[in-house]
């Protein structure tokens, strides 16, 4: 049930909890345990009482104030109301599928955050967002609660954060409201983050970035340019950008905000810099806060080199790398279990062309100039002046000082660079692919004996081979077979013949005869995902070695089986 609670709930950006999705009930989780756990199930009375005392911290919210899925809500509405049965279940059938694919989704992002974790000198991987609570607003008091007699008006606060997966660390950037929360600000977080995670000035040549759906900020033609545009000027070799389905997008970020919320539950910040020092110590490792004092204009400065681009709102992931002519091409997928890339003929364009070149802007962007409402600083002046007595005196100058003039009070308080990024960057580091082998002969001797290993011989009347699994064995690894099967050993996928059916499993283990395998199924196109259980552990057999009908290094990158191996799995079934 932990598996299944962090695969299907958001976190919350406010409290520590997770969230459940609006169309699930406890007692759904009840049935779904059921189907799970068809043998030695506790009662609903023990599994209400066991769910009580573990999952203290999960919440099924029936008036949520964050953003909500239209289709959790319509599918709860429809269920709760529905009282032909028939129409009842396939509605139950409509909601498994959604969350299904919803988990994918997220299961997909996990993968890659993992991916980023084992290959830091390769792969970056990070998550954007805003914190979507204004508890920051200054002068802030704890609890929440404001003192009776003081001014109501505050000065608005935002956080934009930025978690990088291969070393925990988050970014926190925060404006004043001095700027519009859009792509020019989304951008400028991002590229902040990008130079503080190069060494030598160099990034991995990968970056895999992770956004909500929020058009404006992010899911636009401008955001998906300027990836282009890195990709292009060689600051990273391929990036990324998936996105999770919208009302399902709170995750490990929100899990960091909410540390923030619980924070300023507790304590006072009345000024910017008190309010920086109190988020620096709302976790470990300590937050990198910055306050903007610059952001830069790249909205405008990328327009006349961008093309057209519709529907770009509805793929859940995009791939942006250079093609064999050295033009950048943008590519994406619907879900990120879709088999293919598209459009497969790479005639997407995103920049312009002149004489067959692609355009792409010069120089560097402006600045975007702070701009804050002058009803706002004569509404916070007035509401400083009633606060006066819950204030210290050093306190109550600092305001009036910034409230003079807050542009210059941002750049005093702020440690951005006012360098333009790009300055600080140069083309991504490559790592060095490994060794091929030199012994190539004595690799295939050693993989001939150890096969004469597993197989052994039986001992028969007949000088006929056997047939069944070493007969498989035999077709799939002699010359002119479609994959010869490489030498067992810990870490590598094979395919197997067990309880008379046959399967695909990574080996975990290897003792005497037997051989461990934690078991992949087809989730679908030909995506192979391990099955997991329902308290979350992943499923394991054991079998003998001579069971296992071919070996091979991994599955691609798109978690499928490699063309070669297909084909030998093919054949494996018209032999049986």
């Keep these: ?13 406010d409290t520590l909890r997770i969230l459940m999705p609006s169309c699930l009930l406890i007692k759904d989780l009840y049935d779904e345990y059921i189907l799970c756990n068809e043998e030695n199930m506790i009662g609903k009375k023990q599994f209400y009482k066991l769910w009580r005392k573990k999952f ?13 899925c239209k ?10 109301k529905e009282v032909n049965i028939e129409i009842r279940q396939s509605l139950l059938l409509q909601r498994n599928e959604h969350l299904t694919r919803q988990q994918t989704e997220r299961e997909s992002y996990y993968q890659r955050r993992i991916e980023a974790e084992k290959n830091p000198d390769k792969v970056l991987s990070v998550i ?14 704890k609890g929440h609660a404001d003192p009776k007699g003081i001014g109501q008006y505050k000065l608005r606060t935002h956080v934009t954060g930025g978690l990088c997966h291969s070393n925990k660390k988050l970014y926190s950037m925060i404006d004043l409201g001095q700027y519009s929360h859009d792509t020019n600000l989304t951008l400028t977080c991002l590229l902040h983050i990008l130079c503080n995670e190069a060494k030598d000035g160099k990034l991995p040549q990968n970056l895999y970035i992770q956004l909500d759906n929020c058009g404006r900020e992010n899911k636009n033609k401008f955001f998906l340019g300027f990836m282009a545009y890195l990709v292009k000027k060689k600051y990273l070799k391929e990036i990324r950008m998936s996105f999770l389905m919208v009302g399902h997008t709170h995750e490990d970020i929100d899990q960091r905000f909410s540390k923030y919320a619980h924070k300023l539950k507790f304590d006072d910040a009345k000024t910017i810099d008190e309010l920086t020092k109190l988020l620096e110590r709302s976790m470990v490792p300590m937050p990198k806060i910055t306050t903007l004092q610059r952001v830069w204009n790249i909205r405008d400065w990328l327009v006349p080199c961008l093309e057209e681009i519709h529907n770009q709102s509805f793929p859940h992931v995009y791939r942006i790398f250079i093609d064999a002519r050295g033009d950048v091409k943008i590519q994406f997928k619907n879900w990120s279990t879709d088999p293919i890339w598209q459009p497969e003929d790479g005639k997407l364009e995103i920049f312009k062309r002149a004489n067959d070149i692609q355009l792409i802007p010069d120089g560097l962007p402006q600045v975007v100039p702070m701009a804050f409402k002058e009803d706002d600083i004569r509404a916070l002046k007035h509401s400083i002046t009633k606060s006066k007595d819950v204030l210290s005196y050093a306190q109550f100058q600092w305001w009036l000082t910034f409230l003079e003039r807050p542009e210059n009070e941002v750049k005093k308080i702020s440690n951005q660079s006012t360098n333009w990024y790009l300055d600080n960057l140069s083309s991504y580091r490559t790592v060095p692919e490994p060794a091929q082998s030199t012994c190539e002969e004595t690799t295939q001797t050693i993989q001939r004996i150890l096969m004469r290993e597993r197989e052994g011989r039986q001992v028969t009347n007949s000088a006929r081979r056997p047939s069944g699994i070493r007969e498989n064995q035999r077709l799939l690894n002699t010359p002119g077979s479609s994959q010869p099967s490489i030498p067992i050993a810990v870490g590598i996928m094979a395919i197997f013949a067990h309880d008379n059916a046959q399967g695909i499993g990574k080996i975990t283990d290897l003792a005497n005869e037997n051989v461990s395998l934690q078991v992949y199924r087809d989730i679908g196109s030909g995506v192979f995902q391990p099955v997991t259980r329902a308290n979350g552990a992943s499923q394991i057999i054991c079998t003998p070695v001579k069971c296992l009908l071919l070996c091979f290094k991994s599955l691609t ?20």
């Design 1 to 13: 049930m932990k598996w299944y609670v962090e695969k299907m709930g958001d976190y919350s950006p």
């Design 56 to 68: 203290q911290h999960v919440s099924f919210p029936q008036n949520p104030r964050m953003t909500q």
């Design 71 to 80: 289709m959790c809500m319509l599918l709860k509405d429809a269920i709760s």
């Design 128 to 141: 954007i967002d805003g914190m979507d609570q204004k508890k920051g607003d200054l002068p802030h008091f």
């Design 557 to 576: 990158s798109s978690s499928r089986l490699p063309g070669d191996t297909s084909k030998a799995l093919e054949r494996l079934k018209n032999i049986n």
